[in-house]
């Protein structure tokens, strides 16, 4: 069965009741799962390295990785990445939303 209903500010949208009322709000193989609140969050992880070493961290290389691992196995996402606080990369991909959301 599916019902239409118009609601205010909201265009463009089709809604299958079917599906609604068969969507899981939390399945199981998310329990327990957490997600950063970004710079809102009290515990950040800390990284230590060997003073010996010299590293080098390949920003754009690395965000390209994860776009092509990330691309097709999600519905959108958002990852920012800092160095001391300033942002130096942003990857979004939200096809789900117009340009005029972002």
């Known amino acids: 069965m599916s019902t239409t209903t118009q ?17 899981v709000m939390r399945p199981a193989h998310t329990e327990g799962v957490i997600s950063s609140r970004g710079l809102e969050d009290e515990t950040r ?8 070493a010299n590293y080098h ?17 999600v519905a959108g996402y958002v ?3 800092r160095q001391n606080g300033s942002t130096i990369y942003t ?12």
Do not use: C, W, Y
């Open 45 to 52: 992880p800390v990284a230590t390295f060997s003073p010996a």
């Open 79 to 81: 990852m920012q990445l």
């Open 57 to 73: 961290f390949e920003v754009k290389e690395f965000g390209d990785a994860l776009h092509a691992k990330l691309k097709n196995a």
């Open 91 to 102: 990857e979004a991909e939200l096809p789900h939303l117009s340009a005029q959301h972002l």
């Open 7 to 23: 609601l205010a500010g909201i265009r463009n949208v089709s809604i299958d009741e079917a599906a609604v009322r068969a969507h």
